[in-house]
């Protein structure tokens, strides 16, 4: 008995060791399951984020105010400004079904319109005879419609424009939703906010061929594979999100020619913010020839493949575009 005693007692720091080697060993292999289900939990939740931001974006396009419904654009000029389907009108609407003659706009420092007799047009389900006219650089734009007609004015520098839709358009019932590179957490990176010493304004071209003046913070810095870039984000310190324009080595071949857009949270105290490629997004010009768009500002030229976010979408009208 004594024996046994004594060798239990000389061995118990051995037994205790395996002991704690198996528990550690236990929890060790505990730890990192937890781990790796957290991280594909995690991944998931990210798939499916990004998942919903696309089917948001099928939704956008596809909704009255989308951009696949666009029919027309028409710089408006100093005076009378006809309009209808008619060849004989200064804005010919050319769709099917539209009276020759609708009526005209009058163009002053202030716009108004009016419509000819027997032309049903209304506004805010009001019929319209004459009435002036708001543009989207005022609070609320007036919006007309006539049948699947709807059109309003846009504000463009110091120029003005009819923007015509068709909620009926071709485009809209032959649209087959967007491409997209495959879903990719490494092109999700913070980015800190490397501030302008004073207010910038920035020079940012459109397809017009105007320029248009925007405000900017500062440039967004990040790195993609240990490489260190900039993104000169435009708006305000005061907006819920800055504006992206950029373009990289995908344009062309397997993006859109002029670049591609992002929002990103405008940061906060720290600086800090996250840029999400994977939410890189076409312009309006991919899907109509009668959008605004405006063109990467030249610093903002990626010299790297961004394999992330939207894809060209066919049938797109190319632009020539030079930085």
């Given at each position: 008995?004594?024996?046994?005693?004594?060798?239990?007692?000389?061995?118990?720091?051995?037994?205790e060791?395996?002991?704690?080697?198996?528990?550690?060993v236990?929890?060790?292999?505990?730890?990192?399951?937890?781990a790796?289900?957290?991280?594909?939990?995690?991944?998931?939740?990210?798939?499916?984020?990004i998942?919903?931001?696309?089917?948001?974006?099928?939704?956008?396009?596809?909704?009255?105010?989308?951009?696949?419904n666009?029919v027309?654009?028409?710089?408006?000029?100093?005076?009378?400004?006809?309009?209808?389907?008619?060849?004989?009108?200064?804005?010919?609407?050319?769709?099917?079904?539209?009276?020759?003659?609708?009526?005209?706009?009058?163009?002053d420092?202030?716009?108004?319109?009016?419509?000819?007799?027997?032309?049903?047009?209304?506004?805010?389900?009001?019929?319209?005879?004459?009435?002036p006219?708001m543009t989207?650089a005022?609070?609320?734009?007036?919006?007309?419609?006539l049948?699947?007609?709807?059109?309003?004015v846009?504000q463009?520098g110091?120029?003005?424009?009819?923007?015509?839709?068709?909620?009926?358009?071709?485009?809209?019932?032959r649209?087959?939703?967007?491409?997209?590179?495959?879903i990719?957490?490494?092109w999700?990176?913070?980015?800190?906010?490397?501030?302008?010493?004073?207010?910038?304004?920035?020079?940012?071209p459109?397809?017009?061929?105007?320029?248009?003046?925007?405000?900017?913070?500062?440039?967004?810095?990040?790195?993609?594979?240990g490489?260190?870039?900039q993104?000169t984000?435009?708006?305000?310190?005061?907006?819920?999100?800055?504006?992206?324009i950029f373009?990289?080595?995908?344009n062309?071949?397997?993006?859109y020619?002029?670049?591609?857009?992002?929002?990103?949270?405008?940061?906060?105290?720290?600086?800090?913010?996250?840029?999400?490629?994977?939410?890189?997004?076409?312009?309006?010009?991919?899907?109509?020839?009668?959008?605004?768009c405006?063109?990467?500002?030249?610093?903002?030229?990626?010299?790297?493949?961004?394999?992330?976010?939207?894809?060209?979408?066919?049938?797109?009208?190319e632009?020539?575009v030079?930085?």
């Amino acid at each position: 008995m004594n024996n046994s005693w004594q060798w239990m007692m000389m061995n118990f720091d051995s037994y205790e060791r395996v002991v704690l080697q198996k528990v550690f060993v236990v929890l060790l292999l505990s730890s990192l399951f937890a781990a790796c289900a957290q991280q594909k939990s995690d991944s998931a939740n990210y798939r499916n984020e990004i998942k919903a931001w696309q089917a948001e974006r099928t939704r956008s396009l596809l909704a009255e105010d989308g951009w696949l419904n666009l029919v027309g654009l028409f710089e408006l000029h100093p005076g009378i400004n006809t309009f209808g389907s008619g060849a004989d009108n200064d804005l010919v609407f050319n769709v099917p079904a539209v009276p020759a003659h609708i009526g005209y706009f009058d163009v002053d420092e202030q716009i108004s319109i009016k419509i000819v007799a027997g032309v049903l047009v209304v506004s805010a389900s009001d019929t319209v005879r004459e009435m002036p006219v708001m543009t989207d650089a005022d609070s609320a734009a007036t919006i007309f419609a006539l049948g699947s007609l709807r059109w309003h004015v846009i504000q463009r520098g110091e120029k003005r424009y009819v923007r015509l839709r068709d909620f009926e358009s071709e485009a809209v019932k032959r649209f087959a939703g967007n491409k997209y590179y495959p879903i990719d957490p490494k092109w999700r990176v913070q980015a800190e906010l490397k501030p302008f010493d004073k207010r910038k304004i920035v020079p940012v071209p459109n397809v017009l061929g105007e320029i248009i003046e925007w405000n900017s913070p500062g440039q967004l810095e990040f790195e993609i594979d240990g490489e260190t870039y900039q993104l000169t984000a435009l708006g305000d310190m005061g907006d819920d999100e800055l504006f992206v324009i950029f373009s990289d080595a995908t344009n062309g071949s397997e993006t859109y020619p002029a670049g591609r857009f992002m929002y990103v949270r405008t940061p906060g105290e720290d600086g800090l913010t996250v840029l999400d490629f994977n939410k890189a997004y076409n312009p309006p010009c991919v899907y109509t020839e009668y959008a605004t768009c405006p063109l990467p500002p030249a610093e903002n030229n990626l010299q790297i493949r961004v394999e992330a976010g939207e894809k060209n979408y066919g049938g797109s009208h190319e632009l020539n575009v030079t930085y």
